[in-house]
């Protein structure tokens, strides 16, 4: 595909994370070639029937570039997210990036909940928990857990 601007001018390194269940930081670097004064501007759309929305808090580097953007109350829907990251800049035209996320592809689950031990005399041992909050996955059969016992 032909992109207007240019070359090397857009984002390099885009990634996404959810933690702590709704919460979204996306970061990126700028374009090898894209000039000093160049600023970035990201916008996203949860789905194609949503609106598209730009970045309310970015993330500033010391130059005062954006190359972040972070997210409060994200819910992750089963549509493909769609993110576009322009810039502009007086020297020349910015290339655009564009992707697609699945967003519970990037969620950083957090531990499990309420984990409790108890101990027989005969050293038999029950252990219990819950499953981690999420904003995405509500069946607990989903999960796998792995118990590793260490003697002391």
């Known amino acids: ?3 207007a601007g ?6 390099e390194n885009f990634s996404c994370v959810i933690y ?4 979204m930081n996306c970061t990126w670097q700028a374009g090898r070639n894209a000039p000093e004064d160049t ?5 996203w759309q949860y789905s194609k029937y949503d609106d598209a929305m730009e970045c309310e808090l970015y993330i500033k580097d010391e130059n005062g570039r954006n190359v972040g953007c972070r997210f ?11 993110f576009l990251v322009n810039g502009s800049s007086k020297e020349s035209q910015i290339q655009f990036y564009d992707e697609y996320i699945q967003l519970y592809e990037i969620e950083i689950l957090t531990s499990p909940l309420n ?13 219990t928990w819950q499953p981690p909050l999420t904003s995405h996955m509500k069946k ?3 999960f ?8 002391k």
């Open 144 to 151: 796998e857990y792995e118990i590793m016992i260490k003697n």
């Open 115 to 127: 984990v409790t031990t108890k101990c027989t005399r005969d050293s038999s041992c029950i252990i």
């Open 39 to 43: 600023q970035y501007f990201l916008y």
């Open 6 to 11: 240019m070359k090397g001018s857009a984002i």
């Open 72 to 82: 409060k109350n994200v819910s992750t829907k089963p549509e493909n997210t769609y």
């Open 1 to 3: 595909p032909v992109f």
């Open 140 to 142: 607990r059969k989903c």
């Open 20 to 23: 702590n269940v709704s919460l």
